[in-house]
């Protein structure tokens, strides 16, 4: 016998008697609160989890730009070991400007 509804993999029975279980600890009048406060905990969770994303992909556009700059760095003639971010844009744009480039 294959279960009729299944959410977070239980059957029609078990999720009546979640049911039924959640009436008898909260009553009637609670669960519309319970309910919001799930709906809210779940937009907060939507939020961070979007926020983690952005911060991810902000790093790793940095990591690209750095990687990018030491590269542009290199192909100059200049060493990026030991400089810093600051110092090799400075470079960079240095000697992209100067004539003999």
């Known amino acids: 016998m294959e279960p009729v509804l299944l959410i977070l993999g239980l059957g029609g029975q078990e999720l009546a008697f979640l049911i039924f279980l959640a009436f008898l600890l909260f009553g009637a009048t609670k669960i519309p609160d319970l309910a919001r406060a799930l709906g809210r905990a ?7 989890k979007k ?25 100059l003639g200049i060493e990026p070991e030991g400089k810093s971010l600051d110092e090799l844009r400075a470079l960079v744009r240095e000697r992209e400007a100067s004539p003999l480039a």
């Not at 779940?42 to 961070?48: I, L, T």
């Not at 983690?52 to 542009?72: G, I, S």
């Open 42 to 48: 779940q937009g907060e969770f939507s939020k961070a």
């Open 51 to 75: 926020q983690f994303e952005r911060e991810v992909k902000a790093e790793e556009r940095r990591d690209d730009e750095e990687r990018d700059l030491r590269d542009r760095a290199r192909r």
